[in-house]
């Protein structure tokens, strides 16, 4: 399938495999999103001390 533009889209094969990247990657950017507010945390309580 091609759009307007002449990019070619994904397939239906492809799209399962994107899902799974676009999924891994917004799992990895949550779980470092946490970590960073954790760490950021115990810094401010260290310096606070």
Same mark, same amino acid.
């Given at each position: 399938m091609v759009s307007g533009r002449?990019?070619?889209?994904?397939?239906?094969g492809n799209m399962k495999s994107a899902n799974e990247t676009?999924?891994?990657?917004?799992?990895v950017m949550k779980w470092g999103t946490i #970590?960073? *507010?954790?760490?950021? #945390?115990i *810094?401010?309580?260290?310096?606070a001390s």
């Open positions: 002449g990019i070619r889209m994904a397939t239906d676009y999924h891994g990657f917004v799992g #970590a960073s *507010v954790a760490v950021a #945390a *810094v401010v309580l260290l310096i």
